[in-house]
């Protein structure tokens, strides 16, 4: 069984920063396969920035440059940490994790950008 926790989350005057986290339960864990997405009021779920596989990470067009996903396999623990955040940011995070066929998420943490 694997559990994902999310923290970090709060609301933020644009232009400031977060830090968001995801910990891991299992004893199995590897930053290959997690990812950060993240759903707004009335959308769908997108997701924003992923480990790509050998160190390499990849993230949204409206994202990159301002978020940053790392993470620390002894800690079984993922960041994105968010810069210069905007109002469009606002939206709840998840992170996901995915062993072979199956993902793995967690309860999510809301993130509330005022302008």
């Known amino acids: 069984q694997v559990q994902l926790v999310e923290s970090g989350g709060g609301l933020v005057q644009a232009g400031g920063s977060l830090r968001l986290s995801c910990a891991a339960s299992?004893?199995?864990?590897?930053?290959?396969?997690m990812a950060w997405y993240r759903q707004a009021p009335g959308k769908q779920r997108e997701l924003i920035a992923t480990?790509?596989?050998?160190?390499?990470?990849n993230y949204a067009g409206d994202v990159k440059g301002r978020f940053t996903i790392s993470g620390d396999n002894a800690e079984r623990t993922v960041y994105l940490q968010m810069n210069s955040l905007k109002p469009e940011d606002t939206a709840v995070y998840y992170c996901?994790?995915?062993?072979?066929?199956?993902?793995?998420w967690g309860q999510g943490t809301q993130v509330t950008v005022s302008s």
């Open positions: 996901r994790q995915r062993r072979g066929f199956i993902d793995y």
């Open positions: 480990f790509a596989g050998g160190g390499n990470t």
């Open positions: 299992s004893s199995i864990f590897s930053i290959n396969g």
